[in-house]
């Protein structure tokens, strides 16, 4: 890349916007395009924007993800979208570089490529390599288990655990006990899943952190998917990985509990594989920044593949 890539934050004023903003401070290697406070709303500002970039992040609601897209004109921006607008779109890549050898090859070269959500990033972490070496079935009756931040309800939600009134802020929430989530379907495409997991989400009255788990039946899994053979396909799958790391038997059976913000303000995640062979139970678990790994640091990631191939 010989030039200085112009990039332009769409919805750089919410959460996962202004982190993007303070993960790009100080690059010389690109510049960062802003909108006056008066002109972000402006559509045409906005296309004009948009359609200067070099690389365009969208940091925005469905909605407005779709109609900033239907915005550009000029072939040569490229999007990267922080929105769960296109994550199971084939027409987009998907921005987990760790998915396989070949992804950050192809982000690096894609014109559209869409994030991945928080909480699927866990799971997918989790999932995608044991689904594909055949140590947990496509069909699994699989239920994911998941806490986060309270960051991760967006701007509305930091307000109300920060405001002058934090005294109505709950300790804890569980909620979508609808179970009609919108990260069921992405987790199942990109894990290859053959049927729909259920998910269990839930936030604290902490700001940022995930700590995502998913129980296993040994009795269920195919011969020879023990703790030890789940464990080792995910180290060799992540081996040599960038942001990805997985706790060996040792640290396993060290750890007592898992804090949900120890890769906070970080773009790593840790995966880890525990469980009690006597009674045939696993549980994988991944811990990650729900603001990092989960959005904005997975976006900067993504732009640093995208500006390699500029």
Not at 283 to 301: E, I
């Amino acid at each position: 890349m010989s030039k200085q890539a112009l990039v332009f934050i769409d919805g750089d004023q919410g959460t996962t916007g202004l982190q993007i903003n303070e993960r790009l401070r100080g690059r010389t290697d690109l510049q960062v395009l802003t909108l006056p406070a008066a002109e972000r709303k402006d559509l045409r500002r906005r296309a004009d924007a948009i359609n200067a970039a070099d690389i365009a992040l969208l940091c925005l609601p469905d909605a407005a993800a779709r109609e900033a897209v239907a915005l550009v004109e000029n072939p040569a921006v490229r999007i990267i979208d922080a929105s769960s607008a296109h994550r199971t779109d084939a027409q987009w890549t998907y921005g987990f570089a760790e998915l396989s050898p070949e992804q950050p090859g192809r982000i690096a070269r894609a014109r559209r490529v869409t994030n991945p959500g928080c909480y699927p990033t866990g799971a997918i972490a989790l999932l995608g390599p044991l689904v594909k070496a055949g140590l947990v079935p496509a069909d699994y009756p699989l239920v994911l288990h998941a806490v986060s931040g309270y960051s991760g309800g967006g701007r509305a939600q930091v307000e109300q655990y920060e405001g002058a009134d934090t005294d109505a802020a709950a300790p804890f929430v569980l909620y979508g006990l609808g179970l009609a989530h919108k990260h069921p379907p992405e987790i199942q495409l990109h894990a290859a899943l053959s049927q729909r997991p259920l998910f269990v989400p839930s936030y604290g009255a902490f700001r940022q952190g995930i700590v995502l788990s998913i129980a296993l039946h040994a009795s269920l899994l195919p011969a020879g998917a023990s703790q030890q053979a789940l464990r080792a396909t995910l180290e060799q799958h992540y081996q040599g990985a960038q942001a990805v790391r997985v706790w060996s038997a040792q640290q396993s059976l060290e750890a007592a509990r898992l804090d949900p913000t120890i890769h906070n303000n970080t773009n790593d995640m840790t995966l880890g594989v525990f469980g009690n062979e006597a009674e045939g139970h696993i549980m994988l678990c991944a811990v990650f920044d729900n603001l990092g790994k989960g959005a904005s640091g997975a976006a900067v990631q993504n732009l640093d593949l995208m500006l390699s191939a500029l």
